[in-house]
């Protein structure tokens, strides 16, 4: 069983900067491939970027490539996403998820078993 809890959210003005973490506990972190998703109301929840079990790969969504960051700190049970350039498009739900893989996170929500509860991020105009 892994437990995992995102902070960081918040509001924020267009263009500007938020750093959300993960904290894992629980199994082994390092067998997990970690991921971002995030879910605006009325939509579907969407990966937005994903980290390999060392951290030597990542992956975003086109719409957040060059602005976004996603990182690892496996000693510290740990994940991040550094936001910037913020866009009122980005409004949404945060959730980190963990799926038990040592390559490329999935793409799918059904490809993870756990999930955090999820961190508010809005950003105004």
């Known amino acids: 069983q892994v437990q995992l809890v995102e902070s960081g959210g918040g509001l924020v003005q267009a263009g500007g900067s938020l750093r959300l973490s993960c904290a894992s506990s629980?199994?082994?972190?390092?067998?997990?491939?970690m991921a971002w998703f995030r879910q605006a109301p009325g939509k579907e929840r969407e990966f937005v970027a994903g980290?390999?079990?060392?951290?030597?790969?990542?992956y975003y969504t086109d719409s957040v490539k060059g602005r976004f960051n996603s990182s690892r700190d496996n000693a510290k049970n740990a994940v991040y996403l550094q936001m910037n350039n913020l866009k009122p498009e980005d409004t949404a739900v945060y959730y980190c998820?963990?799926?038990?893989?040592?390559?490329?996170?999935?793409?799918?929500?059904?490809?993870?078993?756990?999930w955090g509860q999820g961190t508010q991020v809005t950003v105004s105009s």
């Open positions: 629980g199994r082994t972190f390092t067998i997990y491939a």
């Open positions: 998820a963990a799926a038990p893989s040592y390559g490329r996170p999935p793409i799918s929500r059904y490809g993870y078993d756990y």
């Open positions: 980290i390999n079990w060392n951290g030597d790969n990542t």
